[in-house]
């Protein structure tokens, strides 16, 4: 009974070990996995940080740019101020030019300048060439003489500070030109340098999009690697424990089996023991074996009894 209760556990503690052979394969199987998928993820973690890395300095060199720009943008308004206030002062003297050329009368005269030199230079003649001049006649023509030389004087004075004046309006308005070019080359230089920063903040809002949306992948991935490694944490016990269970099954089977062989070998003893002695009892001859496995049996139940 003690050989079949035996080896009915042996075959309860096989079964044991088979199942846990087949758990720990899964288990290795599983690791084996886990582990693959963990470098996967690492990988994954090291390019996505590189990547953000990147972006970063695309981040910094597009901060510079618009800093840049912004500074660009303040010399341009700058630019544009001092030459719209040079135009209003132009404006202004356009204004006060205008303003004194209509003041500027014409002298209404009969002659041009040059009639009005020639019929001097004839009544001057006249005085010279003629010896017997009348008193009357000759205060008459120094009187016209006068009279043309003042007409002269003032038309010339008039016609030279026109002149002076045209000249003066035609610069200033050449000038107003000249600076309303360059001020509408600033203007299209303010609107490019707008358009930039604009463009250059779309850009930097995306590259923070990205960057966010790439920190945020990276949390999760984390999370995800953070729970792999519990996984695979777990599994070590697992397989720990199982090989731990798995030696104690070893242990406990070779510890049947030893007992089993020793209880196998007692049972035969005993029954040569007792062939041995109930020959002995009906006084037949017995073998030195037999007489020696009866006698010990003999020694055993004294030492028993002595005890």
């Not at 003066?168 to 360059?182: L, P, Q, T």
């Not at 930097?204 to 990276?218: A, H, M, P, T, W």
């Not at 074996?289 to 006698?295: H, K, N």
Request: hydrophobic content about 30%; glycine content about 4%; aromatic content about 2%.
């Amino acid at each position: 009974m003690e050989g079949s209760k035996g080896k009915a556990d042996i075959e309860i503690l096989q079964r044991e070990l088979g199942s846990i052979r087949e758990e720990l394969q899964l288990l290795i199987t599983e690791r084996q996995n886990l582990r693959k998928e963990l470098t996967e993820i690492r990988e994954e973690l090291a390019r996505k940080r590189s990547e953000v890395r990147r972006l970063r300095d695309e981040l910094d060199k597009i901060r510079n740019k618009l800093n840049e720009l912004y500074q660009k943008l303040n010399n341009l308004k700058d630019r544009s101020a001092s030459l719209r206030s040079t135009i209003k002062d132009h404006l202004h003297e356009l204004k006060e030019v205008s303003v004194e050329l209509k003041k500027l009368q014409p002298v209404k005269v009969r002659m041009s300048l040059d009639e009005i030199k020639q019929r001097i230079e004839q009544l001057e003649w006249t005085i010279i060439t003629t010896p017997y001049l009348d008193q009357r006649d000759e205060d008459r023509i120094v009187g016209e003489i006068a009279n043309l030389e003042h007409t002269f004087k003032a038309i010339a004075t008039n016609q030279k500070r026109y002149s002076e004046l045209i000249q003066k309006y035609d610069g200033i308005k050449k000038a107003v030109n000249s600076v309303r070019e360059e001020l509408n080359r600033v203007i299209t230089e303010l609107s490019e340098c707008r358009n930039s920063i604009a463009l250059a903040k779309e850009e930097r809002n995306k590259i923070k999009q990205s960057i966010g949306e790439l920190v945020r992948d990276i949390i999760e991935t984390k999370k995800k690697r953070d729970s792999i490694r519990e996984k695979l944490k777990s599994i070590a016990n697992s397989i720990n424990e199982k090989r731990q269970r798995y030696i104690e099954i070893l242990s406990e089977i070779k510890r049947i089996q030893i007992e089993s062989r020793e209880s196998a070998k007692e049972k035969v003893i005993r029954e040569k023991k007792k062939s041995a002695l109930e020959k002995l009892n009906r006084g037949e001859r017995l073998s030195i074996y037999d007489l020696y496995i009866a006698l010990g049996e003999a020694e055993e139940d004294r030492g028993g009894a002595g005890g």
